[in-house]
T-cell receptor, first 114, second 111 residues
Framework: DGGITQSPKYLFRKEGQNVTLSCEQN?????MYWYRQDPGQGLRLIYY???????QKGDIAEGYSVSREKKESFPLTVTSAQKNPTAFYLC?????????????FGPGTRLLVL | QKEVEQDPGPLSVPEGAIVSLNCTYS??????FMWYRQYSRKGPELLMY????GNKEDGRFTAQVDKSSKYISLFIRDSQPSDSATYLC???????????FGQGTILTVHP
């Protein structure tokens, strides 16, 4: 089955620790995205990538980093600089090529701070 | 002013009711409009997609777009308890791949 997988489902971070969230897709999509979801705030874009080895900051990139070494994979690192990391993190992907780019989402990772 | 405004609810209706969910947007350059459904602790799934003013129907769901008023709606007919979820509007078209999401409306359909 084609789709997007995210792991782990739950992640616990200690103060001062960097943690990495995994996102893999087998849809052969060019573009991948990371969003953060907080209660009552909808989805906010952290980073996105339209091609391998290239990515752009979204609206709330501070305290996060990404890499795009393979088309299928777009891991997100939550660094110790992110002071309020507790949230639900969603990865998405889409086909690049037109303005009508429907995004498909993974199941999400819930990050909690110990 | 947020680019996309959505009433967060919560909205509680009896089974069988007609539900109306709405979003307004400020940028007239937006060209395409989506509705996502998100069950608790799950990722959003695409429900409806449209890019023109007017209505688009899919089963019990109807998406309506009024570009002149910058207003979009999702109607759910004969609502079911399984429709209980958060509904997110998403709007795009100003730059490749970027969507702007509403806050989401929490809907509960009780038997």
């Amino acid at each position: 089955d084609g789709g997007i997988t995210q792991s782990p489902k739950y992640l616990f971070r200690k103060e001062g620790q960097n943690v990495t969230l995994s996102c893999e897709q087998n849809l052969n999509h060019d573009a991948m995205y990371w969003y953060r979801q907080d209660p009552g705030q909808g989805l906010r874009l952290i980073y996105y990538s339209q091609i391998v080895n290239d990515f752009q900051k979204g609206d709330i990139a501070e305290g996060y980093s990404v890499s795009r070494e393979k088309k299928e994979s777009f891991p997100l690192t939550v660094t110790s600089a992110q002071k309020n990391p507790t949230a639900f993190y969603l990865c998405a992907s889409s086909i690049v090529g037109s303005l009508q780019e429907t995004q498909y989402f993974g199941p999400g990772t819930r990050l909690l701070v110990l | 002013q947020k680019e996309v405004e959505q009433d967060p609810g919560p909205l509680s209706v009896p089974e069988g009711a007609i539900v109306s969910l709405n979003c307004t947007y400020s940028n007239s350059a937006f060209q395409y409009f989506m509705w996502y459904r998100q069950y608790s602790r799950k990722g959003p799934e695409l429900l409806m997609y449209t890019y023109s003013s007017g209505n688009k129907e899919d089963g019990r769901f109807t998406a309506q777009v009024d570009k002149s008023s910058k207003y979009i709606s999702l109607f759910i007919r004969d609502s079911q308890p399984s429709d209980s979820a958060t509904y997110l509007c998403a709007i795009g078209g100003t730059s490749y791949g970027k969507l702007t999401f509403g806050q989401g409306t929490i809907l509960t359909v009780h038997p």
